[in-house]
């Protein structure tokens, strides 16, 4: 009889907790998906410019588009080289959101950063310019001193256009792009 009644004890200490954890799950509300940044991969080009006197104006005309050949990865490695390099960002966003472009290692001479807003970029007037580099003063109103970075915008359904110019004289050419959140 004694173990009767400790199994039914037992079985209803049971019960209670299970009811309890299922109350809980329905009163925590469930957080809500975060927006998600665009992704680098495969949407990296990159153009030498062996002149290197190639403007933005330049590097937006359709010859010269043609001439980029697509970066699997987030990252390029070109050696030592006297040729400026383009790197062309197109990144089509699922969310509104904003992010932080930025460029590693920081030891490239002089980086020219054009960023468009989103949905825009078909001539040089729709890009801002951000110059970093180790030639070159620390930006005033720059994200960092210790790192190549710009902020970017990015809406539903648009692309944010972003090229970058980099001549480095000094040095061997390798950098890694990511995007984080602000």
Not at 39 to 45: F, K, Q, R, Y
Not at 47 to 68: H, I, P
Not at 137 to 155: C, H, K, M, Q, Y
Request: charged share 15%.
């Amino acid at each position: 009889m004694l173990g009767k009644v400790l199994f039914e004890i037992r079985r209803l200490a049971v019960l209670l907790i299970s009811l309890a954890i299922q109350s809980l799950s329905i009163a925590t509300p469930v957080p809500a998906a975060e927006p998600q940044l665009p992704t680098l991969s495969g949407h990296l080009s990159v153009l030498e410019d062996s002149s290197a006197a190639l403007t933005l104006s330049d590097v937006l005309n359709a010859d010269q588009q043609a001439r980029f050949r697509q970066v699997q990865r987030r990252d390029i490695n070109l050696g030592f080289t006297r040729s400026a390099i383009w790197v062309r960002l197109s990144l089509p966003s699922t969310a509104n959101i904003a992010g932080i472009l930025t460029i590693t290692p920081n030891f490239l001479d002089s980086v020219d950063i054009y960023s468009a807003l989103p949905g825009k970029g078909s001539t040089a007037g729709d890009y801002r310019l951000a110059q970093t580099g180790d030639h070159r003063p620390l930006l005033r109103n720059g994200i960092s001193a210790f790192v190549d970075a710009v902020r970017l915008e990015f809406t539903a359904g648009q692309t944010t256009q972003v090229y970058i110019r980099i001549l480095n004289l000094n040095s061997a050419t390798q950098t890694h792009f990511d995007i984080g959140r602000v």
